[in-house]
């Protein structure tokens, strides 16, 4: 709240709006950067986050913007007078948005920016810093999914209760910390190992893969660089489609959460029998 409270600050806007929802754009949660006024409860009202809402229904792909120009494109398909009649009475006429992730499904996590008309349309410079922001959500986002669908720093704090197949590594490959779930992905051969303290994958293709995606995330500036390498692992001649769904995680740098210098993070989920 306090960072949705600052990006409407900051760009000069009356609402900054975080929300999301499944498949067929239903609303699980919507947060606000402050309460508006809402007699009639539009900005919680599921129904007009469907097909007539301007603003989701004109988003483009993931970390794409959209503005006022793609929200008229899509009015100018039919009138949509529903939508038009809550947006009249919150007087939030105009703002920017990012989709954050959208799955095939329908599901989505979008931010936004709400402007009235005192506000007035978003000018290059409010689009730029709202574009800013967005591309850092975007990456934010990709790491808590990598990490385990709940928070990574929770996960980091709690190694000895969580669920999933994750290991801390320092900047070198080495093992720091993994949950006890992974301690199991040693004791059979099921694509992964450790060479002393550095885990390695068993196939040597997917290895000298796994060590190049390592370089990179960590080579990468760590504002704008990359934070998540996603590939399948754990190919062998008689599972060649691997076991494992691989997500590799650049951490959060100056975050000491466990008390080592863990730098990525190797999360494995199971793949499907084909």
């Not at 931010?111 to 290059?124: D, E, I, T, V």
């Not at 810093?129 to 996960?155: C, D, K, P, W, Y």
């Not at 290895?207 to 990359?226: E, F, H, K, V």
């Not at 996603?230 to 959460?257: K, M, S």
Request: glycine content about 10%; charged content about 20%; aromatic content about 6%.
């Amino acid at each position: 709240m306090h960072a949705l409270r600052l990006l409407a600050a900051a760009t000069g806007s009356s609402i900054a709006q975080l929300c999301g929802g499944g498949g067929g754009l239903t609303l699980d949660f919507s947060l606000f950067s402050e309460d508006r006024h809402d007699p009639h409860g539009h900005l919680v009202n599921p129904a007009l986050y469907g097909p007539e809402n301007w603003r989701i229904n004109s988003s483009g792909g993931a970390r794409s913007i959209q503005d006022e120009r793609h929200y008229a494109a899509y009015r100018s398909k039919r009138p949509w007078s529903f939508y038009d009649d809550a947006v009249s009475d919150l007087d939030l006429p105009f703002g920017c948005q990012s989709p954050l992730i959208l799955e095939q499904n329908g599901g989505f996590v979008g931010l936004s920016l709400l402007r009235s008309s005192r506000n007035g349309p978003c000018s290059a410079d409010t689009v730029a810093a709202f574009a800013r922001v967005a591309h850092q959500a975007h990456r934010s986002t990709r790491v808590e999914i990598a990490l385990g669908q709940e928070r990574g720093e929770n996960m980091l704090a709690s190694l000895t209760t969580s669920s999933e197949f994750t290991l801390l590594l320092d900047r070198y490959g080495r093992l720091v910390a993994m949950t006890a779930a992974a301690e199991a992905l040693f004791d059979g051969d099921i694509g992964l190992r450790l060479e002393g303290l550095e885990v390695r994958l068993s196939n040597p293709g997917e290895d000298r893969s796994l060590r190049a995606a390592m370089t990179r995330l960590l080579a990468g500036d760590a504002i704008d660089g990359p934070v998540v390498h996603e590939c399948r692992a754990g190919a062998t001649d008689v599972r060649p489609q691997g076991h494992w769904r691989l997500f590799l995680t650049r951490l959060p740098a100056n975050r000491d959460v466990i008390g080592v210098e863990a730098q990525l993070a190797i999360t494995l989920r199971p793949l499907l029998s084909a």
